[in-house]
């Protein structure tokens, strides 16, 4: 694995995407496990994990008609992203994990840190876009500011989530989203930005009702 070129947001290209290239990219946006049925192994997530499993299957038949390769750009946070990076890793389709700043496993839990760092070990390529960010605890940091200070460390969190959000869409041939029709959310805001600023085709999947739709500009 190695660490791969710095990307900062909107419209910066990692590998440009022409008709003839041979590799189709997914990226996978999602939510993490308290909208997935929690952290511990339940029906929803499984659910969620062989509708992945069923469609990227379905997506490396296609690739292999067309003489493609197949790859995943995986966000690696807990929930829908590393559900979608070990499933990639099961089926032997190459991901490069985006992380949205250095660090991101600061605040989890010594399991999740564990299969964080064997998952991230597995990724062909890894960038951050937002390396310079301070990972200490947001709760901490804010504690420290006045009520505009707040305003304004929240809205730069935002942000960074955001700058990670676009990168995703900018550099993918086809967004995956496993969205709950909530209007909020990083999942929420990826999907919004794809449909106004991108032409990427959208299949958005409801690990709830079931429901999937593909959604074209």
Not at 27 to 38: C, E, S
Not at 143 to 154: F, H, I, K, Q
Not at 181 to 193: P, Q, V, W
Request: glycine share 4%; aromatic share 8%; net charge neutral.
């Amino acid at each position: 694995m190695k660490r791969s070129t710095l990307i900062t947001g909107a419209n910066n290209v990692l590998t440009p995407i022409t008709p003839e290239s041979k590799t189709i990219t997914i990226a996978v946006t999602g939510h993490r496990p308290p909208r997935l049925g929690g952290y511990e192994r339940n029906f929803i997530a499984e659910r969620t994990r062989d509708w992945l499993e069923c469609w990227m299957t379905r997506a490396m038949e296609r690739a292999d008609a067309l003489d493609k390769e197949l790859r995943l750009l995986c966000g690696m946070a807990q929930g829908t992203d590393q559900i979608a990076a070990w499933t990639a890793v099961e089926l032997g389709i190459e991901f490069d994990a985006y992380l949205p700043y250095d660090n991101m496993s600061h605040k989890w839990s010594a399991r999740a840190k564990e299969e964080f760092s064997e998952l991230l070990s597995m990724a062909d390529t890894w960038v951050s876009t937002a390396p310079e960010y301070e990972t200490i605890s947001l709760d901490e940091r804010m504690s420290r500011l006045t009520t505009e200070g707040r305003r304004l460390e929240y809205k730069e969190a935002v942000n960074h989530l955001q700058c990670h959000n676009e990168a995703l869409v900018d550099n993918c041939d086809v967004l995956i989203g496993v969205y709950d029709e909530r209007s909020n959310g990083k999942t929420y805001n990826c999907l919004k930005y794809a449909r106004q600023h991108s032409t990427v085709p959208v299949v958005w999947h409801n690990p709830h009702s079931m429901r999937t739709r593909r959604l074209n500009r």
